[in-house]
């Protein structure tokens, strides 16, 4: 097995999930990354941490859909 896309991301990612169209994906770096299937990364919205470990989505919410 081989991956079919390589994101470029800054470091260790310590999770990923599928949403939509997208994959988030959280680890090293201040940030919450947004995949696109193909292999683009459509967004990168900063965080206060330096690091993320866990990431959550939360379906019952209209506006805080992510969390970490």
Known sequence: ????????LYGCQR???????????VGEGHCVSHCLLRGEVK????????????LALNLNSTEHRVSH
């Open 15 to 25: 999770q990923a999930n599928f949403y939509l169209d997208m994959i988030l994906s």
């Open 1 to 8: 097995m081989s991956p079919t896309s390589i994101f470029p």
């Open 43 to 54: 967004a990168q919205i900063p965080c206060t941490p330096h690091s993320l470990n866990t």
